[in-house]
């Protein structure tokens, strides 16, 4: 806004006494003209300020509703990751299993031929012996799946982390 500047106002006087009309209604008329001109200035600012205001209410709802859109995403990928996480350590504890269990195979089947290191077998145990291998192919098969999907799960658990880690610093940079 405009400062009123101080200025000395001087009227002549009239024969009579009293000031001349004419200089009080010119001086009138200049102060009514620097008062309207004041007022419209003030109004324009006002309505820019106003605008302005507006348009700031409107990103910041904007940016609101984003947030909470990140925040619920970042929740539902918490979520994922817990689910994730469960999951890896019942495939973890399943394949342990299943390598201890072929470890065991393993070593029966090592004992086994120990006991007929000549090659002699009897029949039942060539069946036995059979029924082992086809047991242990299965398990290497099921142990190789294991490993994959822990393979997975480990690249989707990294992956996860990296989309949490870049939310938290997308939330971070818009408070």
Not at 8 to 32: C, H, M, P, T, W
Not at 47 to 55: R, T
């Amino acid at each position: 806004m405009s400062e009123k500047i101080n200025r000395n106002i001087y009227f002549r006087k009239n024969l009579f006494g009293g000031f001349n009309k004419n200089d009080v209604i010119a001086f009138l008329a200049e102060q009514s003209r620097d008062q309207i001109s004041e007022k419209d200035t003030s109004k324009r600012e006002l309505a820019a300020l106003k605008a302005e205001g507006q348009a700031s209410a409107g990103e910041a709802d904007k940016l609101r509703g984003e947030l909470a859109s990140m925040a619920e995403t970042l929740s539902a990928k918490y979520g994922e990751e817990k689910l994730l996480k469960s999951n890896l350590e019942a495939e973890t504890a399943r394949r342990r299993q299943a390598e201890e269990k072929l470890s065991r195979l393993q070593d029966e089947l090592k004992n086994a031929a120990d006991e007929f290191g000549d090659g002699a077998r009897p029949p039942s145990s060539n069946a036995q012996v059979e029924e082992l291998l086809s047991k242990i192919d299965t398990l290497s098969v099921r142990n190789a799946e294991l490993s994959a999907a822990v393979a997975r799960l480990t690249r989707f658990k990294e992956s996860v982390a990296g989309l949490i880690g870049g939310a938290d610093i997308t939330a971070e940079e818009q408070l």
